[in-house]
């Protein structure tokens, strides 16, 4: 079977999407794990009833009014939660154009392409 140069790019352009499929999981994982870690902090200052309270800020902690904490976390969470909204949409987008690339493949090469993950 001869392999076209436009076959060729449907297949580069493919194996594009899926990189970038598995860098969206392991991001959208990461976004996933931040949400849960700020859920978390902003619980346990809730629970808190010291006034002033340590707060990383890059690799150094500062004492900070709880309330002020309070204040950042909730904005941490919300950009972190459309962070992770735009991650999700530019997946699914990915994953519809990997499956009309599919479609194109197979329609050409059976058998003779795997696309498949194992």
Not at 33 to 43: M, Q, S, T, V
Request: net charge negative; glycine share 2%.
């Amino acid at each position: 079977m001869q392999v076209t140069w436009e076959d060729q790019q449907n297949i580069n352009t493919f194996s594009r999407f899926n990189n970038r499929f598995h860098e969206l999981q392991d991001d959208i994982k990461f976004a996933k794990e931040k949400c849960d870690n700020l859920e978390d902090a902003g619980n346990e200052l809730i629970l808190s009833d010291e006034e002033m309270v340590r707060f990383q800020i890059g690799e150094v902690f500062a004492h900070m009014p709880r309330e002020d904490v309070e204040t950042k976390i909730e904005e941490m969470k919300e950009a972190t939660f459309k962070s992770l909204e735009k991650l999700q949409q530019e997946k699914e987008s990915i994953v519809s154009q990997m499956a009309e690339l599919k479609k194109v493949l197979y329609a050409k090469f059976k058998d003779s392409i795997n696309l498949e993950e194992d």
